[in-house]
T-cell receptor, first 113, second 112 residues
Framework: DTAVSQTPKYLVTQMGNDKSIKCEQNLGHDTMYWYKQDSKKFLKIMFS???????INETVPNRFSPKSPDKAHLNLHINSLELGDSAVYFC????????????FGSGTQLSVL | GDSVTQMEGPVTLSEEACLTINCTYTATGYPSLFWYVQYPGEGLQLLLKATKADDKGSNKGFEATYRKETTSFHLEKGSVQVSDSAVYFCALNGGATNKLIFGTGTLLAVQP
């Protein structure tokens, strides 16, 4: 069983569309994250949720809206996609908000045309 | 703010060569330090960590020592294998914000 799974693995879409990426973890962790990795492999945190509550919200356009229906799931919805949104998006989880080891999913490669 | 600087890649080595990937950090307080590895097509995995000065983290033949005096956490391996080809990320957790802050990653390519 995959510990942190995200879908889809690849997402190709047109500018202006709305899309969602889903993430689920079966590790029983309390905290989940979304990271964005650009074409130069630079990795930056976007959001973090602890027990369904938002605890980290970096400077991200409000076209990006995370949703956590329960602590095992953290989805990312993106409105009005732009070319600059093209990147690999990683979901991750950790045992608690102050835990230091993160477990990452295998990423969703988003290409906006 | 807190930051991590690591050497730019790519680093290309022959099998059994010695590896050093440099990492230095800037942080207030006493951060924990990490190396994560990203194999092709996969997410990041924790490779090793050190939580206080002079600690040495080690795993899979890789080592890194937390050097407070030089604010460094260089990754080393005595003999690399083709299977070590990956992107390596240095990271710190500053504690106050409890965010993992990553360096820009270093691509290692090991040739047979």
């Amino acid at each position: 069983d995959t510990a942190v799974s995200q879908t889809p693995k690849y997402l190709v879409t047109q500018m202006g569309n709305d899309k969602s990426i889903k993430c689920e973890q079966n590790l029983g962790h309390d905290t989940m994250y979304w990271y964005k990795q650009d074409s130069k492999k630079f990795l930056k945190i976007m959001f973090s949720y602890n027990n369904k509550e938002l605890i980290i919200n970096e400077t991200v356009p409000n076209r990006f809206s995370p949703k956590s229906p329960d602590k095992a799931h953290l989805n990312l919805h993106i409105n009005s996609l732009e070319l600059g949104d093209s990147a690999v998006y990683f979901c991750a989880s950790s045992q608690a908000w102050d835990a230091t080891e993160l477990f990452f999913g295998s990423g969703t490669q988003l290409s906006v045309l | 703010g807190d930051s991590v600087t690591q050497m730019e890649g790519p680093v290309t080595l022959s099998e059994e060569a010695c590896l050093t990937i440099n990492c230095t950090y800037t942080a207030t307080g006493y951060p924990s330090l990490f190396w994560y590895v990203q194999y092709p097509g996969e997410g990041l995995q924790l490779l090793l960590k050190a939580t206080k000065a002079d600690d040495k983290g080690s795993n899979k033949g890789f080592e890194a020592t937390y050097r407070k005096e030089t604010t460094s956490f260089h990754l080393e391996k005595g003999s690399v294998q083709v299977s070590d080809s990956a992107v390596y990320f240095c990271a710190l957790n500053g504690g106050a914000t409890n965010k993992l802050i990553f360096g820009t990653g270093t691509l290692l390519a090991v040739q047979p």
